[in-house]
């Protein structure tokens, strides 16, 4: 089977072509180059860029797997959730796609498409499905931090989510008030590496709480109140790497133990994590560690899969055509909303 | 202008739960305050007002967070969004005329018309605890 994907939830323009289960190409059209002259993601550019980037991306896509659109067998988009003008511009290109070349349509849960990318390994990349086992998932990016439990492939129950800010979003607002640039994830993630994480203490938002839920608001409140009342700070040579690496180890601690905890407390044997925190490599390191104290599989995403990217909404959707799930009506509408327990 | 102090943030959720008992379709409330000043406090008593459970997550990356209530809640965020420009062409000037109601946060980022039927709040930290929450009804 061969089929196209398409993903523009948020900033990222991507298409991939995916065949028997294998990416034949993956292209993703990177705005960061264009956001870093404004210190911050804007998304007016991405949604404009959206409409044109998506042709060329989906041509390129085409040319480098070395199929002309007429060999597809299916189309697959992101339908939700996201900015509606952003999902609009890949979902309404997808339908109009699947409908002029009469293949099925299957709208995609771009969180769901997160959620199973630590099952898609190699270079390139590839649905290893046989080798599932079932897990306790972390999913975290700027937008979504959550913990699932997957029992089978497509088989999952959200388990707990962030109440207020998600993880990577709190990276990026500390980063902000430290004066950081953009991504600021990534800026802290590296100055964090050459820090002393004990230097200063800030709260554990949830750590204690016994549930599988997160916060993470409260947190950069501390932050920006700590910095007011140590002027001068953030711009010490000095100090700036040991507030990044104990803002860090806060925000690590918090999503290394709850998901440790949880996969205890359900007896699972294994942990996947996803989404963009799971590049920071202190979050990895954590992860690696407190797994193997306490003998648990780790299966992260490729660094490539963890930024939004169309090739795992391409190896998810084709899971579901496998599956004989009805695909969707080529007149649905987007759905901003879609919340991950709601069915496809 | 109306001016209240919030000692807690139980009380700026009891604010928003007492906005909501007036709230009506159409209704746009505007945000303006820095980070850790109490705005989400304030949208989480609004969606508490409108018989909302789920929890109100930040609609920062995601720019808008739809919930269905005795009203629809959006909840906007123009905290990445710099401009008139920016917010006009991520098409989100449709959420100033609301099919239930619309809670912006850094609705200062926006310098053209108002909506129609518009509150503004500025949302102060003035102590540890303690917030100036003032509010002023100016739509178009």
């Known amino acids: 089977m061969r089929l196209l994907a398409i993903e523009s939830s ?13 990416v034949r190409s993956v292209v993703v059209s990177s705005q960061i180059k264009i956001h870093a002259e404004y210190g911050g993601v804007v998304p007016e550019l991405a949604t404009r860029e959206h409409l044109a980037n998506l042709q060329p991306v989906v041509r390129e896509a085409l040319v480098q797997a070395g199929f002309a659109a007429s060999e597809l067998n299916a189309i697959c988009a992101t339908q939700g959730p996201g900015l509606p003008p952003a999902l609009m511009i890949g979902w309404k290109a997808a339908q109009s796609m699947a409908f002029a070349l009469k293949v099925p349509l299957i709208g995609v849960n771009h969180v769901e498409a997160h959620l199973y990318s630590p099952w898609f390994q190699g270079d390139p ?11 306790i998932s972390l999913v975290s990016s700027g937008g979504h931090t959550l913990l699932a439990q997957v029992d089978h492939p497509l088989d999952h129950t959200i388990i707990g989510s962030t109440q207020d800010d998600a993880a990577g979003e709190c990276f990026d607002k500390c980063a902000k008030l430290l004066g950081l640039g953009y991504p600021g994830g990534p800026i802290m993630d590296r100055l964090a590496a050459q820090g002393n994480p004990e230097a ?4 554990r938002p949830m750590l204690n709480q016994d549930n599988h839920d997160f916060s993470f608001s409260g947190l950069k409140t501390s932050v920006r109140y700590f910095l007011e009342k140590h002027p001068g700070l953030s711009e010490d040579d000095v100090a700036l790497p040991d507030l990044c690496a104990s803002i860090q180890a806060a925000i690590v601690e918090v999503l290394v133990k709850k998901t440790i905890r949880a996969a205890r407390r359900q007896r699972l044997g ?14 990895r390191k954590a992860f690696q560690q407190a797994c193997e104290k306490h003998e648990l599989n780790l299966q992260v995403a490729p660094s490539n899969l963890c930024t939004d990217n169309a090739a795992m909404v391409g190896l998810l959707g084709e899971r579901y055509l496998q599956k004989a799930t009805p695909t969707t009506d080529w007149q649905a509408d987007i759905r901003p909303s879609w919340r991950l327990t709601e069915p496809a | 202008m109306d001016t209240i102090t ?5 009380a700026t ?11 009506r379709p159409g209704w746009v409330i505007g945000l303006e305050g820095d980070l850790g000043a109490g705005k989400t406090h304030l949208v989480k008593g609004i969606a508490r007002g409108l018989g909302i459970t789920e929890p109100i997550t930040s609609p920062t990356f995601t720019l808008v967070c739809e919930y269905e209530g005795r009203l629809k809640l959006e909840h906007l965020d123009f905290y990445r969004l710099e401009n008139d420009d920016q917010i006009l062409t991520s098409g989100l000037e449709p959420y100033f005329q609301p099919e239930g109601i619309a ?11 108002r909506p129609a039927d518009y509150r503004h709040v500025t949302l102060e930290q003035t102590g540890e605890h303690e917030r100036l929450i003032r509010y002023e009804d100016i739509g178009a």
Do not use: K, M
């Not at chain 1, 948020?10 to 294998?22: F, Q, Y």
């Not at chain 1, 294994?270 to 979050?283: D, E, H, K, M, Y």
């Not at chain 2, 919030?6 to 139980?10: A, F, I, L, W």
């Open chain 1, 10 to 22: 948020c900033d990222e323009t991507s298409a991939a072509i995916i065949e028997d289960s294998s």
């Open chain 1, 125 to 135: 990349p590839r649905a290893c499905w046989e080798g599932f086992q079932p897990n």
């Open chain 1, 200 to 203: 200063y203490t800030f709260a």
């Open chain 1, 270 to 283: 294994c942990i996947t994590l996803s989404g963009g925190v799971a590049c920071n490599t202190g979050l």
């Open chain 2, 6 to 10: 919030s000692n807690s943030p139980e």
């Open chain 2, 13 to 23: 959720l009891a604010l928003g739960e007492q906005w909501a008992a007036t709230a």
């Open chain 2, 103 to 113: 809670v912006i946060e850094w609705f200062n980022r926006w310098t053209g018309p």
